[in-house]
T-cell receptor
């Protein structure tokens, strides 16, 4: 069964460093998303991406964040200068249309 | 008022019990409704998806949506210890899914 994959599973970085989180969505999906979940809190929407551009973003997704689909399979989230409060699980999701979203296993980001 | 509200639990039930998980939402723009299951430190796993009021059944799971009262339910029949997880109510709009805080369920053997 097709699934969303994410790498790395765990990333440790120092405050102020740049990180890139990678996702491979399900192959025939057209809409891509990033969410995050701070430990013990709810899953929060960050950004949606369709047709090589951002469709919607939340107030969390400020200038420090960017997304890219560099080729036909990968979808990346970049955080330019990480802060302690960026520590969270980051989930990628994809969908064929604007409906049921399938999530990846997540990348745990730890900023020290 | 929060957009999506769930009782956080924890909810403990004996194996074999029928479980009822509930959720309310405030945004009338939500067009489709999902339930996800999330194990600790794992990604949300899609359980049920529906876009209309009424019931939808899939195996031991039944999702119920009442758009007029903005109320969503998930029923689990013959609950198993492997159902122990956090259940996330997730109504969706045009571009994104809005998650509730989740209800933690423990099924005791």
């Amino acid at each position: 069964e097709p699934e969303v994959t994410q790498t790395p599973s765990h990333q440790v970085t120092q405050m102020g460093q740049e990180v890139i989180l990678r996702c491979v969505p399900i192959s025939n999906h057209l809409y891509f998303y990033w969410y995050r979940q701070i430990l013990g809190q709810k899953v929060e929407f960050l950004v949606s991406f369709y047709n090589n551009e951002i469709s919607e973003k939340s107030e969390i997704f400020d200038d420090q964040f960017s997304v890219e689909r560099p080729d036909g399979s990968n979808f990346t989230l970049k955080i330019r200068s990480t802060k302690l409060e960026d520590s969270a699980m980051y989930f990628c999701a994809s969908t064929v249309g604007r409906d049921e979203q399938y999530f990846g296993p997540g990348t745990r980001l730890t900023v020290t | 008022q929060k957009e999506v509200e769930q009782d956080p639990g924890p909810l403990s039930v004996p194996e074999g019990a029928i479980v009822s998980l509930n959720c309310t939402y405030s945004n009338s723009a939500f067009q489709y409704f999902m339930w996800y299951r999330q194990y600790s430190r794992k990604g949300p796993e899609l359980l049920m998806y529906t876009y209309s009021s009424g019931n939808k059944e899939d195996g031991r799971f039944t999702a119920q949506v009442d758009k007029s009262s903005k109320y969503i339910s998930l029923f689990i029949r013959d609950s198993q210890p492997s159902d122990s997880a956090t259940y996330l109510c997730a109504p969706g709009g045009y571009q994104k899914v809005t998650f509730g805080t989740g209800t933690k369920l423990q099924v005791i053997p």
